[in-house]
């Protein structure tokens, strides 16, 4: 049973930074495709940033200089990297992962994904 568990949220002062985890299990594929998603409260989820099989990396045009996708293949770990954050960060952060594909047309689509995580919260204060 593939699992996606997030870590690494919590609270930081604008400016500061963050690095979030998402561990994954269960599955046998070598290939996957993997994002970060967010939803702010009222808000529509939105998609950050995904990285496809060969390291293909994606960014919302809000995050793009600030944020980084990576994964640690050994770890079976994504993690997202987020720098000189703002108040706008602010929302639960979400990975999602599809497995045996190398890469997906629509990366920030939620229904390209098909195994969530159940997030992780972070909150910039100004």
């Known amino acids: 049973q593939v699992q996606l568990v997030e870590s690494g949220g919590g609270s930081v002062q604008a400016g500061g930074s963050l690095r979030l985890a998402c561990a994954a299990s269960?599955?046998?594929?070598?290939?996957?495709?993997m994002g970060w998603f967010r939803q702010a409260p009222g808000k529509e989820r939105e998609g950050v940033a995904a990285i496809d099989s060969d390291g293909l990396t994606n960014y919302a045009d809000s995050v793009k200089g600030r944020f980084t996708i990576s994964t640690d293949n050994a770890k079976n770990t994504l993690y997202l990297h987020m720098n000189s954050l703002t108040a706008e960060d602010t929302a639960m952060y979400y990975c999602a992962a599809v497995f045996g594909r190398s890469w997906v047309p629509s990366p920030f689509e939620r229904y390209e994904y098909n195994y969530w995580g159940q997030g992780t919260q972070v909150t910039v204060s100004s």
């Open positions: 269960g599955y046998t594929y070598s290939r996957s495709c």
